[in-house]
């Protein structure tokens, strides 16, 4: 899990990648939560996700926006992270060229600018966002939503009520050849405490399904 420095539009980002060992292996960026609420790459369900993707045998990226750990520049309430995280795909795709398909998956903060980032790079084929903030951004970007992919939500979520995001899963899943997996976790808060293993589970399970990958084939890729 070496630590890599990469140049970004506002600075140096500071991340962690892992290097599949297959050739053409699938990549996946990870987005982390709201920089001035204590989100950084390190956050529990972010370092969760990541860990995932490198057991399905992706090469998996995350890294800290800007003014976060490392990582130089200050925070742009939303555009330049969203920069940031053009400049990190960048990053990973120059690296993975020709990689056999492309995810990008957040939390929180990180799940809004995710899902900004699908509307800009029609390579990305999959996403993951856990408790995306729908009752305090506006996701009507997403017409038509570019991608299929995994939403999951806490039932007891104070912080982005489990009704906004059933309403978005619900408008996104009237759209013509669309459809979002949703989980809802019923004693699971904003936070996620003590769900990082369901989550871990939810998103193996939903990126297999996805793209029909073979435990025994996952397992080599992994290793």
Same mark, same amino acid.
């Given at each position: 899990?070496?630590?890599?420095?990469?140049?970004?539009?506002?600075?140096?980002?500071?991340?962690?990648?892992?290097?599949?060992?297959?050739?053409?292996?699938?990549?996946?960026?990870?987005?982390?939560?709201?920089?001035?609420?204590?989100?950084?790459?390190?956050?529990?369900?972010?370092? $969760?996700?990541?860990?995932?993707?490198?057991?399905?045998?992706?090469?998996? !990226?995350?890294?800290?926006?800007?003014?976060?750990?490392?990582? *130089?520049?200050?925070?742009?309430?939303?555009?330049?992270? !969203?920069?940031?995280?053009?400049?990190?795909?960048?990053?990973? *795709?120059?690296?993975?060229?020709?990689?056999?398909?492309?995810?990008?998956? =957040?939390?929180?903060? =990180?799940?809004?600018?995710?899902?900004?980032?699908?509307?800009?790079?029609?390579?990305?084929?999959?996403?993951?966002?856990?408790?995306?903030?729908?009752?305090?951004?506006?996701?009507?970007?997403?017409?038509?939503?570019?991608?299929?992919?995994?939403?999951? *939500?806490?039932? *007891?979520? $104070?912080?982005?009520?489990?009704?906004?995001?059933?309403?978005?899963?619900?408008?996104?899943? $009237?759209?013509? =050849?669309?459809?979002?997996?949703?989980?809802?976790?019923?004693?699971?808060?904003?936070?996620? $405490?003590?769900?990082?293993?369901?989550?871990?589970?939810?998103?193996?399970?939903?990126?297999?399904?996805?793209?029909?990958?073979?435990?025994?084939?996952?397992?080599?890729?992994?290793?």
């Amino acid at each position: 899990m070496p630590e890599v420095m990469f140049n970004g539009p506002d600075g140096r980002l500071e991340a962690r990648y892992h290097h599949a060992k297959a050739r053409g292996a699938p990549i996946a960026l990870i987005l982390h939560p709201h920089p001035l609420h204590g989100g950084t790459m390190n956050n529990r369900i972010s370092y $969760t996700l990541y860990e995932a993707f490198r057991g399905l045998g992706f090469s998996v !990226l995350r890294f800290n926006f800007r003014g976060v750990g490392k990582s *130089q520049g200050r925070y742009d309430g939303g555009a330049g992270e !969203l920069n940031d995280a053009c400049g990190a795909l960048d990053f990973l *795709q120059a690296i993975n060229p020709e990689p056999s398909s492309l995810w990008v998956a =957040g939390y929180s903060f =990180g799940a809004w600018i995710g899902m900004q980032l699908l509307m800009r790079r029609p390579e990305v084929g999959g996403f993951i966002s856990i408790a995306p903030p729908a009752n305090v951004f506006d996701f009507s970007f997403l017409a038509p939503c570019p991608a299929n992919g995994l939403m999951i *939500q806490g039932a *007891q979520d $104070t912080l982005v009520p489990e009704g906004s995001v059933a309403k978005l899963v619900a408008k996104l899943n $009237t759209q013509k =050849g669309v459809s979002i997996d949703y989980r809802v976790f019923d004693d699971a808060d904003h936070f996620f $405490t003590g769900h990082a293993e369901a989550i871990s589970a939810a998103s193996i399970d939903h990126v297999r399904n996805a793209l029909g990958l073979d435990r025994k084939k996952v397992a080599l890729a992994a290793d």
